[in-house]
């Protein structure tokens, strides 16, 4: 029988082989994937269709064409609230601006915190939701689509669109009126989110920043340009009025956005694209250079940061899986495999560092005789050698993604930061598949938020990249 005989060292050197093969080929297909987004990216570029648009000094807080609502569901934001609320009517002095902010019977600190943020600002609209919390985000921004039905039924005046953000975040003075541009011609328009990176959390809050950086600067404008659905970030985004009156239709009145679902942000920009609608990616910089982008401190802890990414997962590679299903189109077929990869990758990452241990078991039994030298072939020569220049090839592009926002010192972090990004993927991982598979049981889904405790208004500012 293959294998009769061989010591533990022989075996060791056997299982290394299969692991490099394995690992080897699955990472060459990643890279082969990201090689094509990458020369579709840089064929945008070159033909200017993916270059980002540019606002002169006086279109920055135009008057918008119409009654716009912001909605922010909350649950026990009280650290931050006040400042988003406050930052948020300063920002958008529009007069026809409706800021609705949802909270929870049994969580009256937010709802305090977002009126005094407000100072007496008549353009807030405080939401108690009629049930204790939290149930799911989805539920909350039900909630406050039900609000807006009610005033405009008592007003008789429509809002032609509604745009999300979370409790945490910091609005660009330029991005409301620039939502309103660009929703006369698309049913969904999502602008980049810039995540501000935190001195006191370099390695796990900071990863975040490399992160959107590259997948707003390149994988979403590729994704527009194909046609493709697009999914939401949940913030920075604007639906057209018509739009969520059509989802809310097709749920026979339950609301446009899927309680049950984790990432309902997600789900709604498909469920946009599904019915025909027409969705924008704007990346647009203002005359001084500066990026329109929703800005927003992340985890800075590391349950914290594998959480909220656990919830990602889960939605999205998960729950997306059976309830979206596939599409016939093939750019939406690519993007939704390409969306759906994470717990592979976070497997094939598993093994990849568990390679790195075993070759260092294997060198040291080398060096001490009791294991014979790995003879590789030169087909697993060639594919080590392909994925260690794709390996190159892509921290050049975090390089230089994160740079061009953030600066060449966190363009280097971002590299050394890699190491971390695939645990705390790793861990996600693991813990959605366990998740999904509880929820399997019959589990109702909840609002597994994250904790939010500072506010990029109140934080130390950055550098922005012209």
Known sequence: MPGEGFTPAQWLVLVEHELLLFAGLFFLLGALDELAVDLIWVWLRITGRGKSERLMADQEQLPLSGRAAVFIPAWREE??????????LDAWPQADLRLYVGCYLNDPATARAARAGADGDGRLRVVIMSHPGPTTKADCL???YRALQDEERSSGVPFHMVVLHDAEDMVDPAALSLL??????????????LPHPMPQSRWIASHYCEEFAEQHGKGMVVRDALGAGLPTAGVGCAIARHALMTLDSRSAGEGPFAAECLTEDYELGLGVSAL??????????????????????FPAKLEAAVRQKTRWVHGIAFQSWYRLGWSRNPADLWMRLRDRRGPLTALVLLIAY????????????QLAGFAPEADLSPALLVLLAINLASFAWRAAWRFAFTAREYGAAEGLRAIL????TNVISIMAGRRAFVAYVASLGGRNPRWDKTEHIVHPALAAPHREAA
């Open 79 to 88: 650290a931050v609230i006040e400042a988003t609320v406050r930052h948020a």
């Open 142 to 144: 039900n909630g406050l």
């Open 180 to 193: 309103d541009r660009h929703i006369g011609a698309a049913d969904l328009v999502q602008l980049p989110v």
């Open 276 to 297: 025909g609608g027409n969705a924008r990616f704007v990346r647009c910089r203002t005359a001084s250079g500066r990026l329109v982008a929703t800005r927003a401190c």
């Open 354 to 365: 568990l390679l790195l241990f075993l070759v260092s078991a294997g060198w040291i039994a």
């Open 417 to 420: 930061r890699i190491p971390v």
